[in-house]
């Protein structure tokens, strides 16, 4: 992980800790703070994150000063495994099939001109046909 900080950084100590879902601190480090950051550490078999069990760890760094004033920003983080093996595409070791579309700005009547109303329908109706992927070739 890289953090950046802003503003003076002299003196200053920056403190990362990483806590499970069940609130224990897995993962800390403590370093001297600069302008880029760069903090490194392993974490074993982690809980991995899915959309049905969204399993977040809390990571908490704080910035202490010179006077020992410090100021703490949080993020909730989540891991995943992300694997090709023997041609299957696999999240957290699950096989996923990927069923996709092309998908290109077009009405049948107004042409290139594309609401904001249509491309939402458009959205809509992929998710209705259990479509998990889109390709958007040559758009920005």
Same mark, same amino acid.
């Given at each position: 992980?890289?953090?950046? *900080?802003?503003? @003076?950084? &002299?003196?200053?100590?920056?403190? &990362?800790?990483?806590? %499970?879902?069940?609130?224990?601190?897995?993962?800390?480090? =403590?370093?001297?703070?600069? @302008?880029?950051?760069?903090? =490194?550490?392993?974490?074993? $078999?982690?809980?991995?994150?899915? &959309? =049905?069990?969204?399993?977040?760890?809390? !990571?908490?760094?704080? !910035?202490?000063?010179? $006077?020992?004033?410090?100021?703490?920003?949080?993020?909730?983080?989540?891991?995943?495994?992300? @694997? *090709?093996?023997?041609?299957?595409?696999l999240i957290n070791g699950q096989r996923v099939l990927l069923k996709g579309v092309d998908r290109h %700005?077009?009405?049948?009547?107004?042409?290139?001109?594309?609401?904001?109303? $249509?491309? =939402? &329908? %458009?959205?809509? !109706?992929?998710?209705?046909?259990?479509?998990?992927?889109?390709?958007?070739?040559?758009?920005?």
């Amino acid at each position: 992980m890289r953090v950046q *900080i802003q503003g @003076e950084t &002299a003196g200053h100590t920056l403190q &990362a800790r990483l806590a %499970d879902p069940g609130g224990h601190v897995v993962w800390g480090a =403590e370093v001297p703070a600069g @302008e880029a950051v760069r903090l =490194e550490g392993a974490l074993t $078999d982690p809980h991995k994150w899915t &959309a =049905e069990t969204p399993n977040l760890y809390t !990571l908490a760094l704080t !910035l202490t000063g010179k $006077d020992g004033q410090g100021q703490t920003a949080s993020l909730r983080v989540g891991y995943r495994k992300i @694997e *090709i093996r023997e041609r299957r595409f696999l999240i957290n070791g699950q096989r996923v099939l990927l069923k996709g579309v092309d998908r290109h %700005d077009f009405h049948p009547r107004r042409g290139y001109t594309v609401s904001r109303a $249509d491309m =939402e &329908a %458009d959205v809509l !109706l992929c998710k209705r046909h259990n479509v998990n992927c889109v390709r958007t070739s040559h758009y920005p």
